[in-house]
């Protein structure tokens, strides 16, 4: 028996009169075991009338954070454990008892994590031996056997008076005896039993979708899983009474129960207990980490105000120091200061945004590029002594360089107090969909139909009627069940990854805190827990985010300095250029940062940006924010001069006049509340956090009075006050901020300039830096050729791994293609070309590999890139070149030969006369080689059949009249269906002419499901809509053309030779030689002259099927 020292002077009020603890709960958390989210048990517990429950999920602490959670909400206590599975098999439940307990359980896991890997956990008796003092240890058996036996005894060794057996009813013939002998093991061995459910889930429903998951981790169906299946069917959450029916009838001894409660009266461990202190920054001379900063920021302040720091910004920082001062968050700005400051020391691109934008602390420090005091932002939208919650610091950089930042981190921090936060991968529809078919035996052609009618972020799954519309049999019991459970998979936890960037830094031991874990990118560590857990822990995190646009103006910059001569920076763009503005009114902004997207575009013509501020509201009014706040329409209006602006005093003028009196940022809601009702700066933020969350939890009602109160004593009518509470309570769960908009639209306007006055250096930069923003390259090089920058395909004499630029007579240089864009080609292969050919161009595709020492295939790559333009030879005959030499580099004795122009006899061939490939059959090939084609559209050789089917081109959408019905079509560019638009879904299609924003509503998206999910060419008849110079095409009715783009190489003048044949043989196109089945040669000479795999260029053959020119398509949210 436990003592009462052992078990500690606490007793726990919310156990008295208990008589049963389920201890041993399974959670989703332990990856495709559980079938259950802790809320959904802790909710279950409750209703059963369990007053705790202990979650021990495998080798994890994950689930945690979400039981702790759960314990608030519901009552049922949560009792924070694991259960450690040893490298020898055994399985303990391992509960600690104190913090201190809690800790060195952190300790154990991360030492196991770090040594089997990531997705593992390697740990021995020994390793239990030395880190669980304080811990209670229960071992887990399967049979009363002399393993049992041995692994009672180190238990007791180990754990002492903490140790017991857990007795588990397993629904198995002789549980009775099983359960008997068990007991008598635990007593020979001084070990105590204890009952626990071994629970997997929280509902007997859901021994389904465990079985499910148990395929999906052991790969396999149900009809095989077999012995792999858990072992009985009812393990789910039992009431007290049940668990006494059972044990008396199985054991006839209810002590086991009561034992229960004993252990979680002696754990009193609670995740509160947790004390998270943020590494201390020393400064210079020994200065305390609140001094320092304040020398830091009057130290820079000058920088920023080389005319002198204004009253008003002396005020704001003297305000900000304080605040920062009183609750002590000194060390984390100076450990985002000295991150900015290493990255800037090393000429990475880095830029504060988020609410950090709101500081002018922040601002001084060069942390972020917008000044909050002449902006009027509001530093309490950041940091709140009456909220405090940690503050979250946003800083972007180039992508490709993010890592240097990272390493850097851990460096400087110590990996043992620094780590990256968990993101939970968790199942989406499209994949639950799959995984559950696959488990469940279901076709794989079954299943492509299946996923194709999922919208990706679909969170319903797939409905019958759609499954019905693929002519599948809705009553089959397995198709049914794959729907329904696939409902149930999706949001299910399946692994970890890392967070893109947001580290937690400890002033102690990390690993003291929470599990640390290997990532699956060599030399990062993460650890257990994600965000919105470290958020509900009160945990501070520094945010280090690579933003794609950073690395492309990086790029721009030095293709700039180096191919022009033009040295240049962000800071140093010129502001409120004329020009740049010019083209973003006429929404010329492919490729431009947060303002490229169909909606931005279709906005830009509407609000007609002229100045920087007009590009803040432009990033934030196409959000769900305004949109569903019905405040577009209204300042759109007053833009236009279509609707007056009225401001009732004079306050209200000054908060809203920069946006036409209509509310558009959360600072403005906030301004309305201090300036006409008298709120406290921390009270107008408490009122933004309640509007955030006010439609789950009503939390704003109750600044209602006070609100409308203090309108009224400042002279408004109550009937404005209410009206004014009325629009801020239907806005604040919408709102946008300012800061962060403001912080886009720098890096919005700075790409912006640079496409307008350097399209060819632009592009370049664009195309280097992919895979981002909304369009693929072929769109990326068709908008550059349009702004008059000349493209010149992949070249193995002229290309870089990278596009670069080359001189030319013209305004711009010319961009040449790079090799990085020939599909499967090595990066190393790519550079050994690049680095061998230095200034001697190559004159033979046999001199390249020679040369290079690179492989045929990476050859045969570049050929089918048509890449062998400079040695004069065609896509077909550049592959036919690289056939002829094989696999393996010329060994040394015949680059001698050939350097001396000697030939084997053996390599003397005829002259083979290659067939030309058709135009279209060039544009098939180049689609699938690269991605794009400089040729023509694919639609160009479609337009004769399109103009039968009385099909416009996308271009001539602008000279037909508002509401005219038109049939048109195009390659599927853009598919996207944003949650602000209830289910309308936004097309954009491309022809050989121009692009068409279609309109698809939510009945008619659910009518042609298969056609709008699945069609790279679409046709469509629909209505055109015009709004000034936004043009849109409201879809009637819709049809999938795939089958005619597969037609292009086709269409083209392909000649009639088809078939590579004997070179012998080539001039008659004869089929192959029969004789060359049977007397193939063993050996390869200069070139084995057919190859039936052997594909040059597209292989169509006249009147056959092919697989046409893929399209790729970018789906968006």
């Known amino acids: 028996?436990?003592?009462?020292?052992?078990?500690?002077?606490?007793?726990?009020?919310?156990?008295?009169?208990?008589?049963?603890?389920?201890?041993?709960?399974?959670?989703?958390?332990?990856?495709?075991?559980?079938?259950?989210?802790?809320?959904?048990?802790?909710?279950?517990?409750?209703?059963?009338?369990?007053?705790?429950?202990?979650?021990?999920?495998?080798?994890?602490?994950?689930?945690?954070?979400?039981?702790?959670?759960?314990?608030?909400?519901?009552?049922?206590?949560?009792?924070?454990?694991?259960?450690?599975?040893?490298?020898?098999?055994?399985?303990?439940?391992?509960?600690?008892?104190?913090?201190?307990?809690?800790?060195?359980?952190?300790?154990?896991?991360?030492?196991?994590?770090?040594?089997?890997?990531?997705?593992?956990?390697?740990?021995?008796?020994?390793?239990?031996?030395?880190?669980?003092?304080?811990?209670?240890?229960?071992?887990?058996?399967?049979?009363?056997?002399?393993?049992?036996?041995?692994?009672?005894?180190?238990?007791?060794?180990?754990?002492?008076?903490?140790?017991?057996?857990?007795?588990?009813?397993?629904?198995?013939?002789?549980?009775?005896?099983?359960?008997?002998?068990?007991?008598?093991?635990?007593?020979?061995?001084?070990?105590?039993?204890?009952?626990?459910?071994?629970?997997?889930?929280?509902?007997?429903?859901?021994?389904?979708?465990?079985?499910?998951?148990?395929?999906?981790?052991?790969?396999?169906?149900?009809?095989?899983?077999?012995?792999?299946?858990?072992?009985?069917?009812?393990?789910?959450?039992?009431?007290?009474?049940?668990?006494?029916?059972?044990?008396?009838?199985?054991?006839?001894?209810?002590?086991?129960?009561?034992?229960?409660?004993?252990?979680?009266?002696?754990?009193?461990?609670?995740?509160?207990?947790?004390?998270?202190?943020?590494?201390?920054?020393?400064?210079?001379?020994?200065?305390?980490?609140?001094?320092?900063?304040?020398?830091?920021?009057?130290?820079?302040?000058?920088?920023?105000?080389?005319?002198?720091?204004?009253?008003?910004?002396?005020?704001?920082?003297?305000?900000?120091?304080?605040?920062?001062?009183?609750?002590?968050?000194?060390?984390?700005?100076?450990?985002?200061?000295?991150?900015?400051?290493?990255?800037?020391?090393?000429?990475?691109?880095?830029?504060?945004?988020?609410?950090?934008?709101?500081?002018?602390?922040?601002?001084?420090?060069?942390?972020?590029?917008?000044?909050?005091?002449?902006?009027?932002?509001?530093?309490?939208?950041?940091?709140?002594?009456?909220?405090?919650?940690?503050?979250?610091?946003?800083?972007?950089?180039?992508?490709?360089?993010?890592?240097?930042?990272?390493?850097?981190?851990?460096?400087?921090?110590?990996?043992?107090?620094?780590?990256?936060?968990?993101?939970?991968?968790?199942?989406?529809?499209?994949?639950?969909?799959?995984?559950?078919?696959?488990?469940?035996?279901?076709?794989?052609?079954?299943?492509?139909?299946?996923?194709?009618?999922?919208?990706?972020?679909?969170?319903?799954?797939?409905?019958?009627?759609?499954?019905?519309?693929?002519?599948?049999?809705?009553?089959?019991?397995?198709?049914?069940l794959t729907l329904e459970l696939a409902r149930t998979l999706i949001n299910t936890p399946r692994h970890t990854s890392q967070h893109p960037g947001g580290f937690v830094l400890t002033l102690g031991r990390l690993d003291e805190l929470v599990p640390i874990e290997p990532a699956a990118m060599p030399d990062r560590q993460i650890i257990e827990w994600d965000k919105d857990d470290i958020d509900a822990l009160g945990f501070m995190k520094v945010d280090v985010l690579g933003l794609g646009m950073l690395g492309c103006m990086r790029r721009a910059f030095a293709l700039l300095e180096d191919d022009k001569g033009i040295v240049m920076d962000l800071a140093s763009i010129p502001h409120d250029d004329p020009e740049t503005f010019a083209m973003i009114r006429k929404a010329d902004t492919l490729g431009v940062f947060q303002i490229e997207s169909r909606a931005q575009m279709a906005m830009l013509p509407r609000i007609k940006p002229t100045k920087f501020y007009d590009l803040v509201v432009e990033v934030a009014i196409v959000r769900p924010g305004p949109i569903q706040g019905d405040m577009v329409h209204p300042y759109l209006r007053r833009r236009e001069g279509k609707e007056a602006i009225s401001y009732p005093t004079e306050e209200l003028r000054r908060v809203l006049e920069k946006t036409l009196g209509v509310p558009l940022f959360q600072e403005q809601a906030m301004r309305v509340a201090i300036e006409c009702a008298g709120f406290t700066p921390s009270e107008a933020d408490l009122l933004r956090r309640a509007m955030a969350t006010f439609k789950l939890t009503g939390g704003v009602s109750h600044f209602r009075d006070k609100l409308i109160n203090g309108m009224i004593a400042r002279g408004y009518q109550r009937d404005f006050a209410e009206q004014t509470f009325k629009q801020i309570e239907g806005f604040g769960s919408y709102g946008f901020p300012e800061s962060h908009a403001a912080s886009f639209a720098l890096i919005a306007y700075a790409s912006s300039w640079m496409k307008c006055h350097h399209p060819d250096v632009f592009c370049a930069a664009l195309l280097n830096a992919q895979p981002m923003g909304f369009y693929a390259p072929a769109q990326i090089v068709r908008d550059a050729r349009q702004h008059g920058v000349e493209v010149r395909p992949i070249d193995v004499n002229h290309s870089r791994w990278d596009c670069t630029l080359e001189p030319t007579q013209g305004r711009y240089h010319a961009l040449r293609i790079g090799l990085r864009y020939a599909r499967e080609l090595k990066n190393a292969d790519g550079a050994a070309i690049v680095l061998a050919r230095g200034n001697e161009p190559y004159a033979s595709v046999e001199e390249i590999q020679r040369r290079a020492g690179v492989s045929g295939r990476a050859l045969d790559r570049i050929g089918h890139a048509g890449g062998f333009g400079s040695l004069a030879l065609s896509r077909r005959a550049g592959l036919w070149e690289v056939k002829g030499l094989g696999e393996e580099v010329l060994p040394l004795f015949a680059a001698a030969d050939a350097r001396a122009g000697k030939l084997r006899p053996e390599a003397i061939e005829p002259e083979v006369a290659l067939p030309q490939m058709g135009e279209g059959e060039e544009v098939v090939e180049d689609y699938r080689a690269i991605g794009l084609s400089l040729r023509a559209h694919p639609l160009a050789f479609l337009r004769d059949e399109l103009a039968r089917r009385k099909m416009v081109t996308c271009a001539a959408l602008k000279d037909i009249r508002d509401g005219r019905w038109v049939n048109l079509a195009g390659l599927v560019l853009l598919r996207q269906k944003p949650g602000s638009a209830k289910g309308t879904m936004f097309i954009t299609l491309e022809d050989e002419t121009d692009v068409a924003n279609l309109v698809v509503w939510p009945n008619l998206f659910e009518k042609h499901r298969r056609v709008v999910l699945g069609a790279s060419m679409m046709g469509v008849r629909g209505q055109v809509q015009k709004e000034g110079e936004v043009i849109h095409l409201i879809a009637q009715r819709l049809e999938d053309l795939s089958p005619l783009l597969a037609s292009v190489g086709q269409r083209a003048d392909v000649a009639s030779i088809y078939q590579v044949s004997r070179a012998d043989i080539v001039k008659s196109a004869m089929a192959p030689d029969p004789r060359d089945a049977a007397n193939r040669p063993l050996g390869r000479g200069a070139r084995d002259l057919y190859d039936p795999d052997l594909r040059l260029g597209s292989g169509i053959i006249p009147g056959q099927p092919t697989e046409g020119i893929k399209v790729k398509t970018r789906d968006f949210r």
């Not at 726990?12 to 259950?36: I, K, M, N, P």
């Not at 210079?284 to 005319?307: C, D, I, M, N, V």
């Open 1 to 480: 028996m436990m003592s009462e020292d052992d078990l500690g002077d606490e007793q726990a009020d919310d156990l008295e009169g208990a008589r049963y603890v389920e201890l041993q709960v399974t959670t989703h958390f332990s990856f495709l075991r559980g079938a259950s989210s802790p809320a959904e048990l802790f909710s279950a517990a409750a209703l059963l009338g369990l007053p705790a429950l202990g979650v021990t999920d495998r080798n994890s602490l994950a689930g945690a954070v979400r039981a702790w959670d759960a314990q608030k909400v519901t009552g049922c206590r949560a009792i924070i454990g694991c259960r450690l599975d040893l490298v020898c098999g055994t399985s303990l439940l391992v509960y600690p008892t104190n913090r201190e307990a809690y800790s060195r359980l952190c300790r154990l896991l991360s030492i196991g994590k770090a040594r089997g890997g990531k997705g593992s956990c390697h740990l021995d008796w020994s390793d239990v031996a030395d880190w669980v003092e304080g811990t209670i240890g229960i071992l887990v058996p399967d049979r009363a056997d002399a393993a049992c036996e041995e692994a009672l005894d180190r238990l007791a060794v180990i754990f002492g008076a903490r140790a017991y057996l857990a007795l588990s009813i397993r629904r198995r013939p002789r549980d009775a005896i099983r359960l008997r002998d068990l007991a008598r093991l635990a007593a020979r061995a001084g070990v105590q039993t204890v009952a626990t459910g071994d629970i997997l889930y929280h509902a007997p429903e859901r021994r389904l979708l465990q079985d499910v998951v148990s395929c999906i981790r052991e790969k396999c169906t149900v009809d095989t899983l077999g012995q792999r299946r858990e072992r009985f069917a009812d393990r789910h959450l039992k009431s007290v009474a049940e668990m006494e029916r059972l044990f008396t009838r199985y054991l006839g001894d209810l002590t086991p129960l009561r034992r229960s409660v004993e252990i979680a009266r002696a754990c009193r461990f609670d995740l509160g207990q947790l004390t998270y202190t943020y590494p201390d920054e020393i400064g210079e001379s020994g200065l305390t980490p609140q001094q320092e900063l304040e020398r830091l920021t009057w130290t820079k302040a000058p920088g920023r105000y080389p005319h002198g720091i204004p009253g008003n910004v002396r005020e704001q920082l003297s305000h900000e120091l304080r605040l920062i001062g009183d609750l002590a968050y000194a060390p984390y700005f100076l450990t985002v200061h000295s991150i900015v400051q290493f990255a800037r020391s090393k000429d990475i691109l880095c830029q504060g945004r988020g609410s950090a934008a709101n500081s002018a602390v922040c601002f001084v420090l060069g942390i972020t590029s917008i000044d909050p005091v002449k902006s009027e932002l509001l530093f309490e939208r950041f940091v709140s002594a009456e909220r405090r919650e940690p503050p979250d610091i946003d800083v972007d950089f180039e992508h490709e360089r993010r890592e240097e930042v990272i390493q850097w981190i851990y460096e400087t921090y110590g990996r043992e107090r620094s780590a990256l936060t968990a993101v939970i991968s968790r199942f989406r529809a499209r994949g639950a969909v799959r995984e559950v078919g696959k488990a469940l035996g279901l076709s794989e052609d079954m299943l492509s139909g299946l996923s194709s009618q999922v919208w990706g972020w679909a969170r319903d799954g797939v409905e019958a009627k759609h499954a019905q519309e693929l002519n599948l049999d809705t009553s089959d019991k397995r198709l049914a």
